[in-house]
């Protein structure tokens, strides 16, 4: 009589998983209820994303922050992590004594400013630029803040291009000079270090 051997399926616990205490279990909640309430609102969306993914709050349900996301919100990374970024440039405002009256209106501006300035300090002074607009009456929109970085742009090529042109009439004035005085050697009873003269002329040409 062959004995039939009945194997039990056993589900194994998802790895890198957490429990969670009492209090980061109510601190989870009261995140995601507000992004559940303030779902328009990105720095209150950004904010409580940024406290749970820094808090480890998503790992009694998930194992990275990502899947979070996707599951929980059905939200991309790249989103999520825009929202983040927003809310950490808004803080940096603040630091830089910009009044939340006067903080970008959504998420977009934010992306659109770093998009276009590299710099946190750049961005943070064309954001204040895009404000000296605001208080002459014009609206804040994204034609504004592209208007705004590119006379920016402009004016930073300009102060530029005048350092460029002043170091240039530098090195051709000691150059200038330096012609002038193998010319007072070969004249007179003095010989000129031609190997000298060359270098010099060349330091001046090129720094």
């Not at 440039?89 to 603040?94: D, E, G, I, N």
């Not at 705004?148 to 150059?175: C, D, I, M, R, Y």
Request: glycine content about 4%; hydrophobic content about 35%.
């Amino acid at each position: 009589m062959n004995k039939t051997t009945t194997q039990i399926a056993t589900v194994s616990p998802k790895k890198d998983l957490e429990s969670l205490t009492d209090s980061q279990e109510k601190q989870l909640l009261e995140f995601e209820t507000a992004i559940e309430t303030h779902q328009k609102n990105y720095l209150a969306v950004g904010e409580a994303l940024t406290r749970i993914r820094e808090g480890h709050l998503y790992k009694g349900t998930h194992s990275s922050f990502d899947n979070y996301c996707e599951e929980r919100w059905d939200n991309s990374g790249t989103h999520i992590r825009r929202l983040m970024d927003a809310y950490e440039f808004v803080l940096k405002l603040r630091s830089a004594s910009v009044v939340d009256a006067d903080m970008p209106e959504n998420e977009y501006q934010v992306r659109l400013l770093c998009e276009l300035r590299k710099r946190e300090d750049h961005r943070i002074t064309a954001w204040k630029k895009v404000i000296e607009a605001k208080a002459k009456g014009e609206k804040i929109n994204a034609s504004l803040i592209r208007r705004v970085l590119k006379k920016s742009s402009a004016t930073k090529a300009k102060v530029n291009t005048s350092k460029k042109k002043q170091t240039l009439n530098g090195g051709v004035e000691k150059a200038l000079k330096l012609i002038e005085d193998v010319k007072t050697l070969m004249t007179g009873d003095g010989q000129p270090d031609w190997s000298k003269f060359l270098s010099d002329l060349e330091e001046a040409l090129t720094t």
